[in-house]
């Protein structure tokens, strides 16, 4: 088990490095709480790889990823990336994305679809991984 959140600690520091990049270069494509305190993810590399984090305790007490160092068991930088996510972004709990997710419905509430539509547009013409997921998402 790698303790949680100072997991970097304990890990080999070019897996954390290479980790610590593709979260930052934005390679996670989905995340998604499973249940209760576990996650699933998709991270992009030379292919889309399915990750999968349970912590618990102050503890990862499971990983798995399906790139050829994950299918050994070992921590690779696919992880790294989602538990520097769930680090960084500080999503961590149940609790947590409901509370976010309600905060960003009763904002959502309040726009007019103009509006939501015009800055999607702006935004997506200046964010390339948002256009991404967008055209993913919606796209034909």
Not at 63 to 78: I, P, W
């Amino acid at each position: 088990m790698l303790p949680f959140p100072n997991f970097e600690q304990v890990i080999d520091t070019k897996v954390a490095s290479s980790g610590h990049r593709y979260y930052a270069y934005g390679h996670i494509t989905n995340i998604r709480l499973k249940e209760f305190r576990e996650w699933t993810a998709k991270v992009k590399g030379s292919q889309s790889y399915d990750v999968e984090i349970k912590i618990g305790n102050g503890y990862v007490e499971h990983f798995k990823c399906d790139c050829s160092d994950g299918c050994l068991g070992e921590v690779c930088k696919h992880v790294v990336a989602v538990l520097y996510h769930i680090k960084e972004d500080r999503l961590q709990t149940e609790e947590d994305f409901i509370e976010l997710s309600n905060e960003v419905n009763g904002m959502l509430a309040g726009l007019s679809k103009e509006d939501l539509k015009a800055f999607m547009v702006e935004f997506a013409t200046q964010n390339k991984k948002f256009r991404e997921r967008l055209m993913l998402e919606f796209g034909q």
